[in-house]
């Protein structure tokens, strides 16, 4: 019989069992389920709800019963439907119908609402620590690149010098966005409902903001409704792991691009790197690619929780049983992405010499040449049309600016000095770049011990 069957009149379908049942997935659960029990059936004694030898008998026995799910002693049964069943279920086989007083003055509504606010809450400090190693990675890679000098892009075109330092803590700053929304999604989370009830709390006296400091809540939630029917904290993890995750995938789109022989601004370490089962003379970046890919998957379980919850009348509905496996998901998803996209970036090897190259090419100092006409004294609108004229006789001749003749030059406008080839050496469009957030060295250098005193 279950524990909630007095009310009816024959066992359910065996299909009915299997399809209401979310033990399959909410068994991950057993701590915090256990911890939420106990810190329950504390204050339950010291209210004189129960007594306090019936507390501590329930305390022992989850406590026990905790020991024993962590050596792997248990095993869950589906009949019991889920976690809390199942929890209460084995308690009573072991301690007697004592254990049958730890529901006193909780609903599985509020029960879930918190095991689910306490598994988030830890999960989002692993994902921070992991978050946090990948933007010291990142840092570690600026610091020796800060005079390795790139192109930067536009529209996938080559566009001005940068140097690979200034490109690598763009991603860096991304990160600390995250870093931001994880901190803001754990304080969202931190909020107690457990006393919520089923939806309008109950008339024992419970302590719940004795419950809510002894689970290190900074409160309780103050609405009884919402206590049970919010998952707007787990739709704010969502939200902030897929961003997280197409940060990871645009990050990842450069690393596909750049371990190219089209690019080979890289090359990844043989240890993040797979063959071809036919091509003998393929390296592919098949880490970088399932990072890419799994960011729809994560986008997907946004959408599907967002689309559960847009119809739900208050208070607590079943239909929020499909919060968890979207939760769950998402958030092994991350665990599994973080760790060997850190790897794989730390171990790569960068390619110096094909990113100076490619960034003498494709006229990535025209800017700089326009700037240098500027401060001659000519309108940078005028300017502009001199160095286009300048490069569009580049490249009908296949030459570039740095080779043209000065005669070409004042050809075109008698202005030009021999001081216009030290105004556009990549060296010196990088490095007179110095306005905060810039890619000269000064300003990348600066950048990066802003950075490490922030991660610190």
């Known amino acids: 019989m279950k524990l909630w069957g007095g009310r009816f009149a024959k066992e359910t379908d065996q299909l009915t069992d299997h399809f209401n049942s979310s033990i399959s997935f909410d068994q991950r659960l057993y701590k915090q389920d256990i911890i939420g029990s106990i810190a329950h059936v504390a204050m339950l004694g010291a209210q004189n709800i129960i007594s306090m030898a019936e507390s501590d008998a329930i305390i022992n026995g989850l406590n026990s019963l905790l020991e024993d799910i962590e050596k792997g002693d248990i095993t869950f049964n589906e009949k019991m439907e889920d976690i809390h069943m199942n929890i209460e279920a084995l308690l009573i086989s072991r301690i007697g119908d004592v254990a049958k007083k730890m529901h006193t003055g909780r609903s599985r509504n ?9 598994y988030t809450r830890d999960e989002i400090i692993s994902l921070k620590r992991m978050l946090k190693e990948l933007m010291q990675t990142v840092i570690t890679l600026a610091k020796d690149h800060t005079n390795t000098i790139m192109p930067g892009y536009t529209h996938l075109q080559r566009a001005q010098p940068i140097t690979f330092a200034h490109h690598l803590m ?13 901190e803001f999604t754990y304080e969202n989370t931190n909020f107690l409902p457990l006393g919520s009830g089923a939806l309008a709390t109950t008339t024992y006296p419970l302590d719940r903001d004795a419950v809510a400091k002894s689970l290190d809540f900074n409160g309780i939630c103050e609405n009884s409704i919402d206590g049970v029917s919010d998952r707007d904290f787990c739709l704010d993890l969502l939200y902030t792991l897929s961003t997280l995750m197409m940060h990871l995938s645009r990050f990842s789109e450069e690393i596909i691009l750049w371990s190219s022989h089209e690019f080979h601004f890289i090359e990844l370490d043989d240890a993040y790197s797979t063959g071809s089962s036919i091509m003998p003379q393929k390296k592919n970046p098949d880490i970088a690619e399932l990072v890419r890919g799994k960011t729809g998957r994560v986008y997907g379980n946004l959408m599907s929780l967002l689309t559960t919850m847009k119809g739900l009348p208050l208070a607590y509905n079943k239909d929020m049983q499909e919060d968890k496996e979207r939760l769950f998901d998402s958030i092994d998803t991350l665990k599994m992405c973080l760790p060997i996209f850190t790897q794989m970036i730390k171990t790569m090897r960068v390619c110096k010499t094909n990113m100076y190259t490619a960034a003498s090419g494709g006229f990535t100092n025209a800017t700089d040449a326009a700037d240098y006409l500027v401060k001659k004294g000519l309108a940078f609108r005028d300017a502009h049309e001199v160095i286009g004229k300048l490069v569009l006789h580049c490249v009908t001749t296949h030459t570039t600016l740095e080779e043209l003749p000065l005669e070409t030059y004042q050809m075109i406008h008698p202005i030009f000095d021999e001081d216009i080839y ?12 110095q306005v905060k957030g810039g890619p000269s ?9 802003s950075a490490t005193d922030w991660l610190q």
């Open 170 to 182: 763009a991603y860096f700053e991304m990160f600390k966005r995250d870093f931001k929304r994880l």
């Open 110 to 118: 509020d029960q879930v609402a918190l095991d689910v606010r306490l």
């Open 422 to 433: 030290e105004a556009i050496s990549l060296k010196t469009c990088v490095n007179e770049r």
């Open 441 to 449: 060295e000064k300003a990348v250098t600066a950048h990066i011990k």
